[in-house]
Every structure is written in C-alpha cells, then in structure tokens.
C-alpha cells in the first residue's frame, strides 16, 4: 500500500465525488418510491444511509477542501475557491431541510405531504450537489492541475492527512 502522502490529492476528491454521486442517486431514487408508492422500510432504510454517507463522508471532504486544497489553490486564483465555499454553505443549509424532512417522514409514516416534501427537498438537493460536484470536477481541479506545482499538490496531500 501506499504512503498516503504520494496519493494525487486530486484524484482522491474525485473519487469522493464519485461515492457521494452513488448516495445521491440511492437518496432521489428511494425518497421518490417513498413519495410514489408510500413509506417502505426498505426505502427509508436506503435513505438513512444515504443522509449518514452525507453527514459522515461529505462533510469530511467538503472540510479537507476548504482547509487543504483551497488555501494553496488561493495563492494562485480566489474566484472558483470563493465560489466553491458558497455553495458548501448552501448545501449545509439544505442539508438540515433534508435531515429534518426524513425525521418527519419517519415519525409520520402514513403522511402523504411528508413524503411529497422529503422528495421534493431531496431533488433539490442532489441536483445543487450534482452541480456543484460537475464545477469542481469540471473547472475547479482542472485549475488545480494547470497552477499548482508537485510540491504544492503535496502539500494539499499533507494537508489532508
């Protein structure tokens, strides 16, 4: 295995992209049977394990960003950092929408507008996260990778031990 020091620092958040994209498919596909057919153990179940992959994993990552990989990327370019911050705001702030309406559905199993709203708030949020994730796959890291240095990139990769 692998000293953790030498793995591409980049590669690592757009492996993290692509586990959150996973959770956040199995999140809009079970809040949307919930809100179709009505609650289910099985959907719910999906559902919580997505919301705790977002409160565990995504949390972590979005923190490793804003505390490795933007202070470096900052001494070259503030712009897409700036904006990246942003929007690890208002995914928060959804995020509490999202915990609050599964607890709802949880606790009102039978409540039709529960269910409607879960699904509605979880559209919403996967498509910001889908979003934001295709900014930073798509504009933030290939910024990462024309300005940033070897060592600057292993130092991002020190950072985030």
């Not at 099985?42 to 960003?65: C, G, M, P, Q």
């Not at 600057?152 to 985030?160: F, G, K, Q, S, T």
């Amino acid at each position: 295995m692998r000293n953790r020091r030498h793995i591409d620092p980049i590669a690592r958040f757009m492996q993290e992209h692509d586990e959150a994209l996973v959770q956040l498919a199995t999140l809009r596909k079970a809040t949307q049977t919930i809100a179709d057919r009505g609650f289910s153990m099985d959907s719910y179940r999906k559902i919580l394990r997505a919301v705790e992959f977002i409160e565990d994993e995504v949390s972590v990552h979005n923190h490793r960003e804003e505390e490795a990989l933007f202070p470096v990327l900052e001494r070259y370019v503030v712009g897409p950092t700036k904006l990246m911050r942003e929007d690890h705001k208002v995914l928060k702030k959804e995020f509490v929408r999202l915990r609050r309406a599964v607890d709802r559905v949880g606790a009102k199993r039978k409540d039709k507008s529960a269910t409607t709203g879960l699904a509605k708030i979880s559209q919403s949020i996967v498509q910001i996260f889908v979003n934001h994730i295709h900014k930073e796959n798509h504009i933030l890291f290939p910024l990462v990778q024309k300005f940033l240095t070897k060592d600057a990139l292993r130092e991002v990769a020190r950072r985030m031990l």
